[in-house]
């Protein structure tokens, strides 16, 4: 099992539409995960980190649910501007917080 | 400005010719990285600095050197390119990782070819 799994997509939406992506981990000892957001050929960004009680800005809400070992991303009310790559992105665990990130998955938005 | 930058943004080589490729951040940040991006395997961490003159290897380092001598500096090294060091590079930096994760800042990347 890779250490930090996602859906590729593409994810082909509705503006207005309502989207969800899952990210699977494989080391229960990870304590630090992100979502980062990518532009196409450009450099990836934070969008948000993950709490254990979950997370909101905006239209974006974040949730960890670790007796599952994954991280969710839900996208409220898709704008043309979310049409990017999302990046997962976990630590390693078991003392170390080097991150690992996922291979992202692919949003498009379309009028 | 904020900022880690990368230079050049594009380079096109051949194989076996030595090459540089530099990364300079002025937050002050303790850590630093180097990632390679290709199509399908997404973001690969080549070789991290804790500190200076602290480096260590990520996941794909072979073919690959770096060096820590200054807080804000963090080459990346091709002794002997090859084809398949072809890629998306990326360094970013974060003020630290040590007791937790912080937000990692990325450069604009350098798209290098080797022929």
């Known amino acids: 099992r890779k250490e930090v799994e996602q859906d590729p997509g593409p994810f082909n939406v509705p503006e207005g539409a309502t989207v969800a992506f899952n990210c699977t981990y494989s080391?229960?000892?990870?304590?630090?995960f992100f979502w980062y957001r990518q532009d196409c050929r450009k450099e990836p960004k934070l969008l948000m980190s993950?709490?254990?009680s979950g997370n909101e800005d905006g239209r974006f809400t974040a949730q960890l649910n670790r007796a599952s070992q994954y991280i969710s991303l839900l996208i409220r009310d898709s704008k043309l501007s979310d049409s990017a790559t999302y990046l997962c992105?976990?630590?390693?665990?078991?003392?170390?917080?080097?991150?690992?990130f996922g291979r992202g998955t692919s949003l498009i938005v379309h009028p | 400005e904020a900022q880690v930058t990368q230079n050049p943004r594009y380079l096109i080589t051949v194989t076996g010719k030595k090459l540089t490729v530099t990364c300079s951040q002025n937050?002050?940040?303790?850590?630093m990285s180097w990632y390679r991006q290709d199509p399908g395997l997404g973001l690969r961490q080549i070789y991290y600095s804790m500190n200076v003159e602290v480096t260590d290897k990520g996941d794909v380092p072979e073919g690959y050197k770096v060096s820590r001598k200054e807080k804000r500096n963090f080459p990346l090294i091709l002794e002997s390119p090859s084809p398949n060091q072809t890629s998306l590079y990326f360094c970013?930096?974060?003020?630290?990782?040590?007791?937790?994760?912080?937000?990692?800042?990325f450069g604009p990347g350098t798209r290098l070819t080797v022929l």
């Open positions: 970013a930096s974060s003020p630290s990782v040590g007791i937790t994760y912080n937000e990692q800042f």
């Open positions: 937050m002050n940040h303790e850590y």
């Open positions: 992105v976990v630590n390693k665990g078991g003392g170390s917080y080097i991150p690992t």
């Open positions: 080391n229960s000892a990870s304590q630090s």
């Open positions: 993950v709490y254990s």
